[in-house]
């Protein structure tokens, strides 16, 4: 298992964190994501490496942003 941290910005209430949630989570090889909506810290638990691009995608998909790392 991998786990890579993100940090998404543009998220204010519980339907961003789900959103954000379900674009990420529709990834193949994603097993759990987590969102802690105060600091934009999104951790993605997957069974291998993900490309960042691929999590970008779902991001922008959502409506949002990821930081720049």
């Known amino acids: 298992m991998t786990q890579t941290r993100y940090t998404v910005t543009g998220m204010t209430c519980e339907h961003c964190a789900r959103s954000v949630t379900e674009e990420i ?3 193949s090889g994603v097993s759990d994501v987590s969102v802690e909506l105060s600091t934009g810290d999104v951790t993605v638990t997957s ?6 691009s691929d999590i970008r995608a779902a991001v922008e998909e959502a409506g949002y942003e990821l930081a720049a790392s």
């Open 25 to 27: 989570s529709a990834i």
């Open 47 to 52: 069974s291998a490496p993900i490309d960042e």
